[in-house]
């Protein structure tokens, strides 16, 4: 491909070209493409960047296109250079370098963390520090286990499902899942929590205001508009600022936990390391003689 690029963007280029070999004192660049000042991009730099799979026709315009690009980045590199005060320029250097650092120790330590740190949380763990630290856990709106049936206008005999909804022993529990392809919608789940926000956006006529008098708990209740008929046992329910349950909250603690850990092992990482290298001479800190005034 590279040996492609010579002849295709030969035509297209309208950004500063060698005009000779010997233009520098510095030693020739391998395939240069353009240049800007002291800077050189090469035909490898645009193989990176080209498709294989693309015509030679697209394949000169975007080699066009990023040879423009980087023309304006460098100029506009060398103004700012020229123009922003080397204090500035030298703070600027600073991050760069500081960002650089950053990128390969985070890098390392993840790798690590990947490789070596446990991520496997019990229960145990997940109980005790949900314990310690419920009140952290308040919600901040109504929980509600239901179970629900949405059904069309006209389905026949609604009174056997209104009657199965509501009682739910295991007879009826068959029979609704029997029954399952004929609702348009349902949910007979009713040992999960869910945010109250949902059930309201998937039930017609409950709002914010009102969601009080229909999500009670041990309470059933009947809606309808022009889609369908709605049916709704309301198992349990916890109101806003009770204590989320620890079935609800797991994720959360479990993520809370790993953290804490993962924090841990690179306290340790750390230490260990300089402790090695400390041991190993590869680290030492040297006595600073300030000279005393008279």
């Not at 395939?31 to 026709?57: C, M, Q, T």
């Not at 123009?83 to 790798?111: C, H, T």
């Not at 909804?165 to 392809?181: G, I, P, V």
Request: proline fraction near 3%.
């Amino acid at each position: 491909m590279i040996s492609v690029y010579k002849n295709k963007i030969s035509i297209g280029i309208t950004v500063l070209l060698l005009a000779s070999c010997n233009y520098f004192s510095s030693e020739p660049v391998e395939d240069p493409i353009a240049r800007v000042g002291e800077s050189y991009l090469l035909l490898s730099d645009l193989d990176k960047i080209i498709p294989d799979n693309v015509s030679p026709v697209d394949s000169t315009i975007l080699a066009n296109n990023y040879i423009q690009d980087w023309a304006q980045q460098q100029l506009m590199l060398s103004r700012a250079k020229l123009n922003i005060p080397e204090l500035k320029q030298q703070e600027f250097e600073n991050l760069v370098k500081q960002y650089r650092a950053d990128l390969y120790i985070n890098a390392y330590k993840e790798g690590l963390i990947a490789k070596s740190m446990d991520k496997q949380v019990s229960h145990m763990e997940l109980a005790t520090y949900y314990e310690k630290h419920k009140e952290n856990f308040k919600l901040n709106e109504r929980l509600v286990k239901i179970r629900y049936i949405n059904v069309a206008n006209d389905y026949d005999d609604i009174n056997q499902l209104r009657s199965a909804l509501r009682r739910f022993n295991q007879e009826d529990k068959q029979l609704l899942n029997s029954l399952a392809l004929t609702f348009k919608s349902y949910s007979l789940n009713d040992s999960t929590w869910v945010k109250s926000s949902s059930i309201i956006q998937k039930l017609p006529k409950i709002t914010n205001d009102n969601s009080g008098s229909y999500l009670k708990k041990s309470h059933f209740f009947e809606l309808s508009d022009s889609l369908g008929v709605y049916l709704v046992t309301v198992n349990e329910v916890l109101e806003r600022n009770d204590i989320a349950p620890l079935e609800y909250v797991e994720p959360t603690v479990r993520k809370i936990i790993l953290n804490k850990r993962k924090l841990d092992f690179i306290k340790n990482l750390e230490r260990e390391l300089l402790d090695e290298a400390t041991g190993d001479k590869e680290f030492e800190i040297f006595d600073i003689k300030q000279d005393s005034k008279q």
